[in-house]
């Protein structure tokens, strides 16, 4: 059932919303070639083509690639006026004087995906398919033109902006505007979501019989699938929830540093040291932001109340991080619907039913690929009585006395929580993860099955007297 594109229609600044329309146009022009498709795609969101330097420019294989006329394949296609505004809103990326960013769409996880590096890493892909000759690393030219661009501009600043910024939408059920939440870089988190899932979708199409491919239905498996479609084995498969895992199996440090240092080629005289020495720090930043550290949901995701009063700040890096399972609700929550619901009527039970100012732990884990934002890295939590200054709880949604979280989930955190923290100096290199009951009295939390595998982290420590408290806030 496609949305029929009338004068009136609302175009939310949804995935769904891009997808039908790319359907739409498969639709209404079904002779055209995934790559004529993408490439006009491409052109309405006003990106330049450099395509032709970025495959051919270092070698000699210029014979290999036959372009299309891409002006002729624009004037041809078949797309009526409002799918084409529509498609000229929704694609072409900038940030206003308010920080609203222009040309990103909310994606039914809960990120924010720039759409113009998506549409170049599948020309690429689609490019490198019909290519005899596979330039190294084609993917990640896209994402390294941002990332060279922002190290460049704000490599310097102080503190150095080199990279990220996310946002808050609006609406979540019905987003249209982005509005940044701060001075931004010119790789905003948006930016670098979209330059990730180009390199592995183009990846992917580089290899595949590129006479199937049908751009709508990979990008509707990529984006609109759901946690119930996937098996057990999370990792291997094309979604974007797993951007980050996925990224990271198809990329590392020098892979990034060769091609950003070649999107900048023409900004530098080889060797120049200055430029080379913003290239390695932005993308030690860049590792530990997008391949380290989890992806967190911010509180403006999950549709969070205000605290009830500003909260104490805590004083990092801190010793201690405790662990927790909600209990109730004792359900995984598998989508950022259900997560999101979950984490409301916590914060609501929290706050109404505890008297506490607002919800009590510093993250919670979903079973949806994600964290989410409690009270964060910098406040005082009310998660872990006596212990609340020294140490983040980290709560794990569901009752894992008799089973255990996903081996996925539980990895969220003693692999990438726990390194992002020590890395930003909010944890201390040596600290310590107990379980809630090692602390507290009385307390079964966090569950019989889950405590027992803590035990076998590293960091974990027993106990042999409780350690002493200190005065807790709410």
Not at 16 to 42: K, M, Q, Y
Not at 418 to 445: D, M, P, W, Y
Request: with cysteine.
């Amino acid at each position: 059932s496609h949305v029929v594109y009338s004068i009136t229609a609302v175009h939310l600044r949804n995935m769904e919303h891009f997808i039908t329309a790319v359907t739409h146009l498969e639709d209404l022009n079904p002779g055209l070639s995934p790559l004529a498709l993408v490439t006009s795609l491409r052109k309405i969101a006003d990106q330049s083509d450099s395509l032709a330097h970025d495959f051919v420019g270092s070698s000699d294989n210029q014979g290999d690639i036959h372009y299309e006329n891409n002006s002729f394949i624009t004037e041809q296609m078949n797309i009526n006026h409002n799918l084409s505004n529509f498609l000229d809103e929704v694609t072409h990326h900038f940030i206003t004087n308010a920080h609203d960013q222009r040309g990103v769409v909310l994606t039914p996880d809960g990120t924010t995906v720039a759409l113009a590096p998506l549409l170049l890493g599948l020309e690429y892909g689609l490019r490198a398919n019909e290519a005899s000759n596979q330039p190294h690393g084609f993917y990640i030219l896209p994402l390294a033109k941002y990332l060279g661009m922002s190290f460049l501009q704000f490599g310097n600043a102080t503190p150095p902006k080199r990279l990220g910024l996310d946002g808050c939408w609006d609406s979540v059920s019905a987003p249209m505007v982005f509005t940044l939440s701060g001075v931004p870089s010119l790789a905003t988190d948006a930016l670098v979501h979209g330059g990730m899932d180009g390199a592995i979708l183009g990846k992917h199409l580089s290899v595949v019989n590129s006479s199937e491919v049908n751009l709508s239905t990979l990008l509707r498996s990529y984006y609109l699938g759901t946690m119930e479609e996937l098996d057990h084995d999370l990792s291997t498969h094309l979604r974007g929830r797993y951007r980050r895992e996925n990224f990271k199996k198809i990329t590392n440090l020098s892979l990034l540093q060769e091609k950003v240092a070649d999107a900048l080629h023409s900004h530098q005289q080889k060797g120049d040291l200055g430029v080379e020495s913003l290239i390695e720090k932005g993308i030690k930043d860049f590792m530990l932001r997008y391949m380290e550290c989890p992806a967190i949901i911010p509180r403006c995701m999950w549709g969070a109340a205000p605290p009830l009063v500003p909260l104490n700040p805590l004083s990092p890096p801190l010793p201690f991080l405790y662990i927790h399972h909600t209990a109730i609700p004792s359900k995984p929550c598998r989508s950022l619907q259900m997560c999101s619901k979950n984490m409301r009527a916590m914060q609501h039970f929290h706050q109404k039913g505890r008297g506490w100012y607002d919800i009590g732990y510093s993250f919670v884990v979903g079973s949806d690929g994600y964290i989410y934002e409690g009270r964060g890295w910098m406040s005082v939590g009310a998660h872990t009585k006596g212990h609340n200054t020294v140490g983040y709880g980290v709560a794990f949604i569901g009752n894992y006395t008799a089973h255990l979280p996903a081996q996925y989930d539980m990895e969220l955190v003693h692999h990438h929580l726990v390194k992002c923290g020590v890395s930003n100096g909010f944890l201390q290199e040596n600290f310590t993860i107990l379980g809630h009951r090692q602390v507290v009295a009385g307390t079964e939390c966090p569950g019989e099955s889950l405590y027992s595998e803590i035990t076998t982290w590293e960091h974990y420590k027993v106990l042999t007297t409780r350690t002493s408290t200190v005065t807790d806030m709410p």
